[in-house]
C-alpha cells in the first residue's frame, strides 16, 4: 500500500472518538446544554417523587405489620388459653374419679 505525500499517515485521527470531551462540549450550543439540564433536573425530580412514593408505602407497610402482629399474639394467647381449657375438659371427661363433676353435667352444660 503505497502513500501520498499530502495524505497524512494516520487519516483517522480526527474522527470524533479520538476528539477529547473538552471539544466536544466546546461545540455544543447553549440550547442544548439547557436542554440536558432541564432533562436532568426533570430526571432528578421524578427520582425524588419516586422515591417518596416508596418511603411512604413502606411506612404504611411497617404500621400494618405491626398491626398483623399485635393481633397474631392477642390470637395466640387465646389459642394457648383454649387448649388449656381443653386439656382440662378432656381430664374431667377421661378421669372422672379425679373431679366431683360427672361427665353427665359436662354434657349438659355444652
Known sequence: MCLKSSEPPF?????????SASYHNRRKSKKEIHIRVLNLT???????EANKEIEMRNLKLIVE???IIQKNEALKKKALLLHQENNALFA????????????SFLLRSS
Open 42 to 48: 426533570r430526571r432528578r425530580r421524578l427520582l425524588r
Open 65 to 67: 405489620n405491626q398491626s
Open 11 to 19: 487519516p483517522d485521527t480526527q474522527t470524533l472518538t479520538m476528539r
Open 92 to 103: 374431667l371427661l377421661h378421669h372422672p374419679t379425679l373431679s366431683p363433676v360427672s361427665t
